[in-house]
């Protein structure tokens, strides 16, 4: 029988440079969520695993989509191992909201597979936010046991952000 169980939540009460979640169990199948209402310096948020910070096993793919005056418009940006030190949860530098949803496979032996979406921008209902797509990979073998969250902005996350990490074990 399958089952999701909570492993991870943190959450910030005050601006902080980052957010990391406690150790947690393994689990073949990660679902993370994030919210993150501000940044204090326009930035991307950047996920990364079991404290990573190396720039050799990341590697990402975004997509972000807008609908102008009933256009659609993509814009892409990616990330390969060498330049890319975790997954970028968006596309373009912003200091609003993010909020993201990631699905990571977590089986022992092998390289991470992630896919992501979520929705970025002005949250006044004064324009529709971006919708977010991608995918990425952390190539590290090393089964996932904690998140890790910051702006690459290098400024602050804003109070309230906070990671919710599910796991499911079929």
């Known amino acids: 029988m399958s089952y999701y169980s909570v492993l991870a939540s943190a959450g910030l009460g005050a601006p902080a440079p ?7 169990n393994i689990f073949d199948l990660l679902q993370v969520f994030i919210q993150i209402p501000s940044q ?6 950047l996920i990364q695993f079991n404290n990573d910070t ?4 990341y590697a990402y793919n975004i997509a972000s989509s807008t609908l102008v005056a009933n256009v659609v ?11 890319a030190n975790g ?3 968006g596309q373009a530098a912003v200091t ?3 909020v993201s949803e990631l699905v990571i496979g977590n089986g022992p032996s092998q390289a991470h597979a992630i896919m992501l979406r979520g929705c970025v921008g002005i949250m006044d209902a004064s324009a529709p936010p971006a919708i977010i797509s991608g995918s990425g990979v ?3 073998t090393a089964q996932i ?8 902005g290098g400024g602050n996350l804003g109070a309230g952000t906070g990671i919710l990490v599910l796991g499911l074990n079929p």
């Open 138 to 140: 952390w190539s590290n």
């Open 54 to 57: 190396g720039t050799a096993a």
């Open 73 to 83: 418009t993509l814009v892409g940006a990616t990330g390969i191992a060498g330049t």
């Open 40 to 45: 204090s310096i326009s930035g991307i948020p």
């Open 145 to 152: 046991t904690s998140v890790q969250l910051s702006s690459s």
């Open 18 to 24: 980052s957010l990391i979640t406690q150790s947690f």
């Open 96 to 98: 609003g909201p993010v």
């Open 87 to 89: 997954i970028f949860l």
